[in-house]
């Protein structure tokens, strides 16, 4: 894969920085839809497939992205399909800082250090070239408002940008509802998009700590009507550390 070409987690995070505060939108739900936007560049890639409702991995070939050859390798070295939503509700230490520090390094926005409550040190992200974010989030306003299917790409940014509540920060208010609601309606034009999408909802309403709780003991298979999505915790694959993570994330 070559870096003429954002990945999916670059934009996203993108679409998520406001241009007037340098933090991010919903920092807690963007750290999974990242992590899901992994799987779903990974899949482009032609590195991962769907397998139901879980992720195979079809070629263990790198791709020349680090973080995403992590994960690629992450998901290797399972063995086995995992779960989609149990890999995005995995821990994920630094990953948005990763990918902060990653866009900083690129040029496409500066770090900005400040104090919070005028203590606390904070670091904010303005990006350096707006025309970068507007790019990103015309495509997303092309396909709302022409309503032709969009490139896979496009509609699984849209997917997960709905996913992580992104909806109210790029369309806000009672004129921004119908293209909430397009926004939304974009997620049935790419299967991974829309499998991952709904696994970081569904992790956002509970259901991997739900089916970890309800998880049949090693080797035996689940009861008559358990929903099968849980793995034990300790399989999850955590993001590696990075010097530049010891910068405090955008909120």
């Known amino acids: 894969m070559g870096r003429s070409r954002r990945t999916l987690p670059e934009e996203l995070l993108m679409l998520a920085l406001d241009p007037a505060t340098g933090t991010t939108a919903q920092p807690q739900s963007l750290d999974l839809g990242l992590a899901g936007a992994q799987l779903v560049e990974l899949a482009l890639a032609g590195r991962i497939a769907p397998d139901g409702d879980r992720i195979a991995v079809v070629v263990p070939r790198p791709t020349g992205d680090p973080t995403l050859d992590c994960a690629l390798e992450l998901l290797r070295r399972r063995g086995a399909p995992v779960r989609a939503v149990h890999w995005i509700g995995g821990p994920r230490l630094g990953l948005r800082q990763t990918y902060l520090s990653h866009l900083e390094r690129c040029g496409m926005v500066a770090a900005v250090p400040g104090q919070m409550c005028g203590v606390l040190p904070t670091t904010r992200y303005q990006a350096t070239d707006t025309t970068i974010s507007r790019e990103i989030r015309g495509r997303l306003d092309s396909a709302i408002r ?106």
Not at 203 to 212: E, F, I, L, P, Y
Not at 225 to 251: N, S
């Open 146 to 251: 022409t309503g032709v299917p969009p490139d896979p790409r496009t509609a699984a940014l849209a997917a997960l940008a709905h996913a992580v509540g992104l909806g109210k920060h790029l369309y806000p208010g009672n004129e921004g509802r119908s293209s909430r609601s397009r926004l939304r309606d974009l997620i049935r034009h790419d299967p991974m998009g829309g499998l991952v999408a709904h696994a970081v909802m569904d992790v956002q309403n509970g259901a991997g700590a739900q089916s970890r709780r309800g998880q049949a003991p090693a080797g035996r298979p689940a009861g008559p009507g358990a929903r099968a999505t849980g793995e034990p915790a300790r399989g999850v694959p955590m993001q590696p550390h990075h010097g530049t993570m010891a910068r405090a994330a955008a909120h």
